[in-house]
C-alpha cells in the first residue's frame, strides 16, 4: 500500500510539473519549467510505467491516473517532437556547394569567468567562420582573443562588458550600419549590422543575448520576453533577408521562442534535425538548447554542429548556410495571427519598453 502511494505521489508531481508551465505568468519559479521539458519528459515516462507496478486492472481511478499520465507524456512528446528527426525540417537542405552566396556562423556564449581562452581560439581556428559572435565577454576576454581575430576578421563590433553581457561581433565579410542598441536595460547590449556576400547581396544581421528569468537578477521573464519581441517585429520589417543570433536564455519549445518564429517570420534550423543541446555543458543531464539562429526564409542549410567544449558552460554552435531566396517560398512561414502580435506588442508594453523604443527610433509598427 505503501508503494501505491508513493507512485500516486510521484506521478502526481509529474502531472503538477506539466501543468506549472502552462500558466501564462512570467515569474522565474514557472518559467524555470520551461527549461527542464526534456527532464520532465523522462520523469512522467518513468511514473508511468512505475505505476504499473500496483496498477489494479478492476480500480477506474488506477485507470484515471494512468490516462492522465499518458496524457502528460503525449502532450510533452508533441512539445519535443517538432526537434527531432521525427518531424520535417523547416530550413530545407541546400544542393548546392559553398561559394560567395554562403556563409559560415559560429556563435558561443563563453562564460565570463572562463579562463580557457586557448579552447575557445582553438574552436575559432577550426571552424574558420565568417560571422563570428561570442557573448558573456569582457575586456579580458577581449584582449586575450585578439591575435587570433585581429588576424582573421578586419570588420567588427566590440562591446566588452563586466555585467556578463559583453558582446564582440567578427566577421570576413563587411559590415554595414552598423549599430549597438540597448533594447531593455542600459547594460544589456545588442548588436544590429547589415553583411555584405561576396556575391553583393546583403543580410541583416541581429546579435542578442536577454536577460534570463532568475530570482537574483530578473524575478519574471519580462524584459527578456520583450527584448525577443522587439528583434521579432523589427525582424519582421526588414527589407532584408535577416539572420538572428546568440543565447537568447530561453529554450527552443517555449511559448516566447515559439512566439518569436510566428511574429518574426523565421526559421529554426534545429527542426527536423535534433536539438543541438547547448546548456549546460558541464552538466550532462540538465542539459537544454538556449543558443539559437533563427534565419528568414531565403536560406537553406548546409551544415550544423554543436562545437567542443570551451571551458564554458555553453557549447558553441557552428552552422554553414547558403543564400537561395528563388526557394524561399517553399518554406515560407505561416502568417502570424493577431492574436500572436497583440501578445507581442503587450509583452513590450508590460516592460515599459515604449519610451526606449520611441528614443532610438526604432520602427516596430506592424
Known sequence: MKLKIFLQVFGAIAVLLTIIPIVA??????RMFDFTHLQLTLLTLTALLAYFIRFDIRSKSDYAFIIILLGCFIYQGVKIQPYTPLASLEVLDSEKPMGKTSFKIFTANVLQDN???ASLIRSIENYDADILLLTETNNEWMK???EVVNAKYPHAVEVPKDNTYGMLLYSKLPLRKEKVKYLVHDSIPSIHAQVVLPSRDKLQLYCIHPTPPMPQENPTSTARDAEMMIIAKLSRSS???????????????SRTTELFEEVSGL???RKGRGLYNTYNAKNPIMRWPLDHIFVSPDYRYLHMERGKKIGSDHFPVYVELHYEPSGADVQTPPKATAEALDEANRM???AELERRIKEQELDLEF
Open 25 to 30: 505568468v512570467d515569474y522565474w519559479w514557472i
Open 144 to 146: 586575450n582573443i585578439s
Open 267 to 269: 526559421l529554426d534550423i
Open 348 to 350: 513590450i508594453k508590460e
Open 239 to 253: 527589407q532584408l533577408p535577416v539572420i538572428v543570433l546568440g543565447d537568447f536564455n530561453d529554450v527552443a519549445w
Open 115 to 117: 579562463e580557457d581562452y
